[in-house]
């Protein structure tokens, strides 16, 4: 058994990680621990550094906490749950966070070359608003280019809007991976879950119109009986494959 102050390295947190269902309602729990993990979170690599996320922390003693718990429909995971972590895609704040990028390389280059300076704000300024903006029509639009770019030259063809959804739910998902193996590695337990009512979560915990969830993480101490079986993978051989 992990000693609550010592701490797991990277391979040893991986391997100890697994989904646990059920989690101690006696033992204390360090929820700046959470904090801490999430702290780390947010250093995960995450598309063109924009960050489109936010983690909803709701402990035990939130009012919400049995609800949001509820509609994760019941599962013991989220009600037995000391906090759970939800994870939330903000597309809607591109425009923003392309800004703090582009200002941030700006106030920090300047004894830089103005070259680094026209690049940032020909990514952040030009590009991303490219491939963020709503318009009518516009996600079609952008695939046709890419198709006809590609025709040419090699070409990102990933530009539609339903791309950029998935785009910015894959940097969520990295971020909330950083943060179960840090929970790990301070000897908690996570269980990312996706069964749970998107509508009425969203409702319940008053998330922004743009927002997605990408997940919600249950935390806690973990049960043995929490683990409901011994872990299983198919053959890396069909899982890491070279060329
Ligand atoms: C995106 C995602 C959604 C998941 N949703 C659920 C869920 O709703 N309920 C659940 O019990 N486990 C859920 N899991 C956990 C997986 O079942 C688990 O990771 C998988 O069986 C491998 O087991 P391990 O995590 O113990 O290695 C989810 C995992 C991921 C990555």
Request: glycine content about 6%; hydrophobic content about 40%.
């Amino acid at each position: 058994m992990q000693e609550l102050n010592q701490e797991l390295g990277f391979f040893d947190a991986v391997e100890a990680r697994r989904s646990v269902r059920i989690f101690d309602q006696e033992s204390s729990f360090d929820h700046e621990k959470v904090q801490k993990c999430l702290e780390a979170a947010i250093l995960s690599p995450n598309s063109s550094n924009l960050q489109l996320y936010q983690f909803i922390r709701v402990p035990e003693s939130s009012p919400l906490k049995d609800q949001l718990a509820q509609l994760c429909m019941r599962q013991k995971a989220a009600t037995t749950a000391r906090e759970l972590v939800v994870v939330i895609t903000r597309r809607d704040v591109w425009k923003s966070r392309a800004k703090a990028n582009y200002d941030f390389i700006l106030n920090s280059n300047q004894n830089q070359s103005e070259k680094k300076v026209k690049q940032a704000g020909s990514y952040y300024k030009n590009l991303i608003p490219k491939l963020f903006g709503k318009y009518p029509g516009w996600s079609l639009i952008k695939k046709l280019i890419a198709w006809w770019v590609g025709m040419r030259r090699p070409m990102v063809r990933e530009v539609g809007e339903t791309e950029v959804r998935i785009s910015v739910h894959k940097s969520a998902a990295l971020a909330a991976m950083t943060f179960m193996l840090g929970m790990k590695a301070v000897g908690y337990d996570t269980c990312p879950m996706e069964g749970f009512d998107s509508k009425r979560v969203k409702k319940l915990l008053d998330l922004p119109t743009g927002s997605e969830i990408c997940m919600i993480i249950g935390c806690g101490q973990g049960l043995p009986e929490g683990i409901y079986g011994p872990r299983f993978r198919v053959p890396s051989s069909e899982l890491i494959l070279k060329k």
